[in-house]
Nanobody
Framework: VQLQASGGGLVQAGGSLRLSCATS????????MAWFRQAPGKEREFVAA???????HYVDSVKGRFTISRDNAKNTVYLQMNNLKPEDTAVYHC???????????????????WGQGTQVTVSS
């Protein structure tokens, strides 16, 4: 299984970016896919997840600004980020796993598969 994240960059506050996570080797669509982020000196933080049922989950700080979606035909998961803030600056990682239960969806150790990360920098 491979996850390849892309789409990061430098943007001014209030701007938008769309991250993509291309997956390969997943033998089933019954995976929970998620985005986490890690800023320098901070722990990895849950951002958003989408279950195979298409239900979505977000950390409170991004609700109303970020949207996670998936295109099963393209084996790709997206994170549309609008109205970006300087505090969104971090390396964003996509993750996936077939055994994530709903109550643990925000825990990084529930995910076996990780992408390499893409840097998002938001200037003020």
């Amino acid at each position: 299984v491979q996850l390849q994240a892309s789409g990061g960059g430098l943007v001014q506050a209030g701007g938008s970016l769309r991250l993509s996570c291309a997956t390969s080797g997943l033998t089933s669509n019954r995976y929970t896919m998620a985005w986490f982020r890690q800023a320098p000196g901070k722990e990895r933080e849950f951002v958003a997840a989408i279950r195979w049922t298409s239900s979505t989950h977000y950390v409170d700080s991004v609700k109303g600004r970020f949207t996670i979606s998936r295109d099963n035909a393209k084996n790709t998961v997206y994170l549309q980020m609008n109205n970006l803030k300087p505090e969104d600056t971090a390396v964003y990682h996509c993750a996936g796993d077939s055994g994530v239960i709903l109550s643990s969806i925000k825990l990084p150790d529930q995910y076996d598969y990780w992408g390499q990360g893409t840097q998002v920098t938001v200037s003020s």
